[in-house]
C-alpha cells in the first residue's frame, strides 16, 4: 500500500512558474513509475508525465512538453514536477500516481494503482 500526497499548487501568473511535490509512503516507493496527472474542471483527468521507476526515463504529453519537467529523489519518497511558463489552459487539480508494476511507464489513468488527493494550480492570464 502506498499513500501519496501532493503540495505546492496555488495560484500563478500566467509565464511563471510553480513546483509541485508528491510524497510518498512506504518501502517501495523506488520500484514504481510514477506519473502526474491534471484535471480541469468538466474535463476529463488527463496524463501529464510519466518518469521509470529509476529515473532514467521520461515522458511528457505534448501539451506541456519542454515547459514541465518530471522528476523523483528516490531517497526521499518523492516526486516532483517543475512547471515553467504556465499558461492559463494548465489550471487544473494535479494528481500524482503510482504504478506498482516496476516496469509501468503507463500514459493511461487506468494503468495507475493509487492516487494523491490533488492539489489546485491555478494560472491568471
Known amino acids: 500500500q502506498v499513500q501519496l500526497v501532493e503540495s505546492g499548487g496555488g495560484l500563478v501568473q500566467a509565464g511563471g512558474s510553480l513546483r509541485l511535490s508528491c510524497a510518498a509512503s512506504g518501502r517501495t516507493f523506488s520500484s514504481y513509475a510514477m506519473g502526474w496527472f491534471r484535471q480541469a474542471s468538466g474535463k476529463e483527468r488527463e496524463f501529464v508525465a510519466v518518469?521509470?521507476?529509476?529515473?532514467?526515463?521520461?515522458y511528457y504529453a505534448d501539451s506541456v512538453k519542454g515547459r514541465f519537467t518530471i522528476s523523483r529523489d528516490n531517497a526521499k519518497n518523492t516526486v516532483y514536477l517543475q512547471m515553467n511558463s504556465l499558461k492559463p489552459e494548465d489550471t487544473a487539480v494535479y494528481y500524482c500516481?503510482?504504478?506498482?508494476?516496476?516496469w509501468g511507464y503507463g500514459v493511461k489513468a487506468y494503468q495507475y494503482d493509487y492516487w494523491g488527493q490533488g492539489t489546485q494550480v491555478t494560472v491568471s492570464s
Open positions: 500516481a503510482a504504478d506498482a508494476d516496476r
Open positions: 518518469v521509470s521507476w529509476n529515473g532514467a526515463r521520461t
